[in-house]
Each structure stands twice: as C-alpha cells, then as structure tokens.
C-alpha cells in the first residue's frame, strides 16, 4: 500500500495485499479488483484521507468493469464513490440499482444503499434496504447499519434499542454503538435514560469538558442541556475538526442556540480547501436528521448547490 494512505485498520490493508497478489497471478480477475475497491472506499468512513482512497477505490472499479461489467461489487464500490466523494445521488443510485439487480443477495450493496437512501430521504426504502443486508449477513457492522438508518428515519426508540444491542456485544462496533444510543435518547428528551448509560466508552473517545457537557444533560431540563452542550462544543471544537466534533456541535446549535451558528460551521465546511474531505462530510450531514428544520433555509440550499459544483 502506498505510504500516502492513512488507513488504521490493519485489516484493510493486508486485505489490499493479498488481492493485489491475486492480480499478479492473474491480471484478467476482475473480483479481486473489486475488492480492492471496497477496502479503499471503507476507510474514507472512519476519517481517512478521502481524496486518496475513493479516487484508488473508483480505479479499481473502473478496472473491475472493463473485465466483467456484471461484477455487483465493483458496480456497487463506484456507487460509493458516486455518492460519497461526488455527491451525484441520480448516477449512483443507478449503480446500486445495477448492483443489485447482478446479485440480489450482495449484502454490503444493501447496506451501503441504505446510505444513499437515507441522504436522499427515502428513509423507508433506506430502513428496508438495511434490513435486508441483516437477513443476508446478521454480522455486527450490518446491524449497527440497521440502527444507523433508523436513527436517520427519526425512529429514536428503536434506534437506541438496536444500537444498545450491538453495543452489549462489546465488539468492533461497540463505540460507534454507543453514540447512536447516546443521539437517540438525547433526541428523545430521555434523561433518566441518558442518566443511567455506562458511560466508560466516552472516558475514551471525549475530552473532559464535553464530558462535563454530558453530564449536564441527566441533570437539568432538556432545553437547559442543549445550550450548555452546544456552547461547550463550539468553544471548544475549532472548525477544522473532523466530522464528529463538527456535526455534533452544528446538531447541537440547531437543537436550541442560533442556527445561524450551525450555517456558519456548515459554510466552513463547504469552504474547505480538501474538496474531497468536505463532500463526504456533507454527505455524512445529508444523513442527519438534526439538520431537517435547516435544510429549507435559502443559506443551506445554497451552500448545498456550492458544495455540489
């Protein structure tokens, strides 16, 4: 793997290892191109340098195609690139649709899909779609998914249901589980709820004053909670910050402080000088339900046309 991908998953890149030994022993096999395509693309979700990994992921797709056009993976890992790092939603539902219609049991084409869906507010057809990759492959990513598009839905209680169930397993996607729970039940105004979370994962992944911040949340009023978390974030979080800290803090400023303030940091995004790094945060915004009482302001649909060009 070249020295200028950031990937922190071993996994990945001993998996990218051994199918280029395929294609060397082979250079007309076109799945091991297409999975190389997935392990670049996967990473470009867990704050890896994007511009790299989609652009080496749509390479391989590309490559994947010309060898066997009816290969679902490599028609599906273009999609991701389609959405994720061009946001051309019409070209890549397409090849999804593709995707899927080559195999109807590809699981990760599911999941990902549901994404997409999800992005576009098509938020039952999203849910259906990532249900359908758990029947095909119950593994823990795929259900972690399965809570993901709930959440995306605006289904709080389920989706903190789902997520408390994969979080329990103590595995790979504890953590992540634990912040759907976590956005679900602070959405939900649940308080007792939020009061009674083992709170041990956070120890690891927040500095202590946003934990102070959370603390917040199980004693005062829900509106009280808000503010305080949303002015603890902005203070703290400089706008060059990765997607976490930069959504949650715009969540948190339209969940009761200025919105105003969530454009700002959503301008600053747009603005950024890695074009490939800002579309797929905007993307992983276009998900959020926090943002739906923004997304009819004339300054969000114009920052949305900009990021788009």
């Known amino acids: 793997v070249g020295s200028e991908m950031c990937i922190r998953d071993w996994d990945m890149r001993v998996a990218i290892g051994l199918f280029e030994r395929a294609i060397a022993a082979d250079s007309s ?47 599906s890992a273009l999609a991701y690139v389609l959405m994720v790092r061009d946001l051309d939603f019409e070209a890549s539902d397409a090849e ?28 039952d057809e999203a849910i259906a779609s990532a249900l359908r990759a758990e029947e095909i492959d119950p593994t823990m990513i795929i259900r972690w998914n399965v809570a993901r598009a709930l959440f995306h839905a605006g289904r709080y209680g389920e989706a903190a249901e ?54 917040i949340l199980s004693a005062e009023s829900a509106a009280a909670a808000r503010r305080y978390l949303a002015r603890t974030l902005d203070s703290t979080i400089p706008p060059e910050t990765p997607r976490t800290a930069l959504v949650i803090a715009a969540a948190a400023y339209w969940a009761g402080v200025d919105s105003g303030a969530a454009l700002d940091r959503l301008e600053a995004l747009v603005d950024h000088p890695d074009r490939a790094w800002a579309r797929t945060e905007w993307f992983w915004m276009l998900q959020d339900p926090r943002f739906d009482e923004l997304r009819d302001h004339p300054r969000f649909v114009e920052l949305d046309a900009r990021i788009r060009e």
């Not at 979700?45 to 797709?61: Q, T, V």
């Not at 999804?96 to 938020?123: C, F, I, K």
């Open 29 to 75: 096999y076109a799945p091991a191109y297409g999975s190389i395509a997935d392990a670049y693309a996967v990473p470009t979700g867990w704050d890896n340098d994007p511009g790299f990994g989609l652009g080496e992921s749509a390479r391989y797709a590309e490559r994947a195609l010309e060898l066997d056009p009816t290969l679902a993976q490599a028609h």
């Open 96 to 123: 999804y649709v593709r995707a899927l219609e080559l195999d109807p049991n590809y699981a990760t084409g599911h999941q990902w899909y549901a994404d997409l869906l999800s992005g576009m507010d098509r938020h």
């Open 162 to 215: 789902r997520a408390r169930a994969v979080a329990a397993e103590g595995g790979s996607y504890s953590r992540s589980a634990h912040w759907i729970e976590f956005d679900a039940l602070v959405e939900l105004n649940d308080y007792e709820a939020l009061g009674q979370l083992d709170d041990s994962w956070m120890a690891e992944s927040w500095p202590a004053d946003w934990q102070d911040s959370v603390a």
